[in-house]
Structures are given as C-alpha cells and as structure tokens.
C-alpha cells in the first residue's frame, strides 16, 4: 500500500470548514484512499473513502486531484467534537485487507 | 447495532507479568483485527483473523504474544512476559467480509501500564 504524508497539526475556527490535505503521489490505480479519525481515548472512527470521484457523506467530503497523488477531507462546518487526530491512509481492494496507519493529523477546532 | 466491545478498559501490571485481553466483535463480522498504538503513533496491526484463522500475524511478537479467535467470534489477546516497552492501547477492531463494507470499527481500547 502507498504511503501518505499529511501537516502533523492544524488549527480550525469553530464553525468554518477544515480542510485536511493529504499527499499519496506513489498511489497505485487501484488502491482506495481512506480517511479515519480518533478522538482522545477513543477508537479510530471511519469517515470516508474514494477512488476517483469526489464523495460526500453526512460526515464530510473526499477531493481527490485528477492524477490522484493528493486528496482533501472537508469538514464543512467544524465543531469543538470534530477536534481529534485524522488519519489518511491508501489500502488496496478487498474489504478485509489491513489498515497502515501514519502519524496522521491533529485538528484542533477553536471555539 | 452493538460496537465492538473490549475489556478491561485498563490495566496496570509490573514487567514479566502476564496480561490477558478480551474482544468481542460486531456480530456477524468474519474479520478481526488487533492493533497496538503507542502514545504520540498511529494504530500498528499485531494480528489479523479471518473467521477463526490467522491471515497475517507478520507484526506480532511471537515470543511473548498470543492470539486466538476460537469460534471465530471473540478473541483473547495475551502477553507473557510484559516488558516496559509493551505500554501502549491495544485496540481491537473488526469488519464484515466482502461487498462494499469496507469499514473497520474499532473498540475503545485496552490502554495497558508496564511498570
């Protein structure tokens, strides 16, 4: 699986939308960019993931670039509780492959 | 529908001390998954199942670790000896098999103290 490089930190305003970039330019054509989240003392939570399109669910929107070497997760409208570490990470197909997570970032939401 | 649940929550224990953790995944979910993170890193995988067999164990310790997924529902992650640098969450997470689920949902952890 592609390695990811992501900010190790980034501050957002409370109620304005975050954007979290993420750079995966030794992705391969058929490996998912997934994005995941952990708030302090809890699980990763899963967000989102894509391939090529843009996606949007009820938690946030994936930008992947037309060559695919960078994405972006929005968080449209930040809350003080989307403050947490969000990891991106590229995975092969096949759903029961693991995840290898990186260092990932940590976006703190300012009140 | 039920998470992922872990137990105990914490645990301290002195070093060569043995240690034992308990997962019992999302019913239904062929695949379990156990990840250590050390404080200030991502999640590391230890072990992956299968239903009740081993897909990749490459990462875990196995002079001092052992997993077993008996029945192919919950698992038991064990440590004999503990050493200091054992400290970390262990987390558990699991996921269906197959179509587009391609979520793992994790428990809150096991945050394990070696002294």
């Known amino acids: 699986d592609a390695k990811t490089t992501q900010p190790p930190s980034m501050d957002c305003a409370e109620g304005r939308a975050a954007n979290l970039p993420c750079n995966h330019s030794t992705i391969s054509g058929n490996e998912y960019v997934y994005w995941y989240r952990q708030i302090h003392s809890q699980g990763p939570q899963y967000i989102i993931h894509?391939?090529?399109n843009n996606e949007t669910n009820e938690m946030a929107s994936l930008i992947i670039t037309e060559d695919r070497k960078s994405s972006t997760l929005i968080l449209p409208h930040a809350t003080l509780r989307d403050t947490a570490v969000y990891y991106c990470?590229?995975?092969?197909?096949?759903?029961?492959?693991?995840?290898?997570f990186g260092s990932g970032t940590q976006l703190t939401v300012l009140p | 529908e039920a998470g992922v649940a872990q137990s105990p929550r914490y645990k301290i224990i002195e070093k060569r001390q043995s240690v034992a953790f308990w997962c019992n995944p999302i019913s239904g979910h062929a695949t379990l998954y156990w990840y250590q993170q050390i404080l200030g890193q991502g999640p590391k995988l230890l072990i992956q199942?299968?239903?009740?067999?081993?897909?990749?164990d490459s990462q875990l310790p196995k002079d001092r670790f052992s997993a077993e997924r008996l029945k192919g529902v919950d698992s038991t992650l064990k440590i004999q000896p503990a050493k200091l640098e054992d400290s970390a969450v262990y987390l558990c997470?699991?996921?269906?098999?197959?179509?587009?689920?391609?979520?793992?949902?994790f428990g809150p952890g096991t945050r394990l103290t070696v002294t």
């Open positions: 990470i590229v995975r092969g197909p096949g759903s029961a492959r693991q995840l290898t």
């Open positions: 997470a699991s996921s269906s098999q197959g179509g587009e689920s391609y979520e793992q949902y």
């Open positions: 199942f299968q239903n009740n067999g081993v897909v990749d």
């Open positions: 894509g391939l090529k």
